[in-house]
Nanobody, 126 residues
Framework: QVQLVESGGGLVQAGGSLRLSCVAS????????MGWFRQAPGKEREFVAA????????YYADSVKGRFTISRDSAKNTVSLQMNSLKPEDTAVYYC???????????????????WGQGAQVTVSS
């Protein structure tokens, strides 16, 4: 089992930037496809971004494409989400996700994952 701990959430004005990080521990990091999901108040959880085990392939939701960038650092067992040009509609709890069974593409298509972090609040003010 892998443990995921997010950091980097906070309050930012529209147009600003934030960087979320997630440290994975417990298992071999390279065995996991990694991703980020989010859940806004009153809404269902939705896929945001995912990255393959090698880090060579990334996937994004249409709503964040061109503004968000997912990356992973195997030396630090960390996956990050750089969020630029933030909008009020990006306000949500962001969850780090890891999956030893599915590919990053499958995480995007299915919208689910095997393991989850505790979540980090991101609030974008207008």
């Amino acid at each position: 089992q892998v443990q995921l701990v997010e950091s980097g959430g906070g309050l930012v004005q529209a147009g600003g930037s934030l960087r979320l990080s997630c440290v994975a521990s417990g298992r071999t990091f390279s065995n996991y496809a990694m991703g980020w999901f989010r859940q806004a108040p009153g809404k269902e959880r939705e896929f945001v971004a995912a990255i393959s085990r090698s880090g060579a392939i990334t996937y994004y939701a249409d709503s964040v494409k061109g503004r968000f960038t997912i990356s992973r650092d195997s030396a630090k067992n960390t996956v990050s989400l750089q969020m630029n040009s933030l909008k009020p509609e990006d306000t949500a709890v962001y969850y780090c996700a890891a999956d030893s069974q599915r590919s990053a593409q499958a995480m995007r298509i299915i919208g689910n994952s095997e393991y989850w972090g505790q979540g980090a609040q991101v609030t974008v003010s207008s």
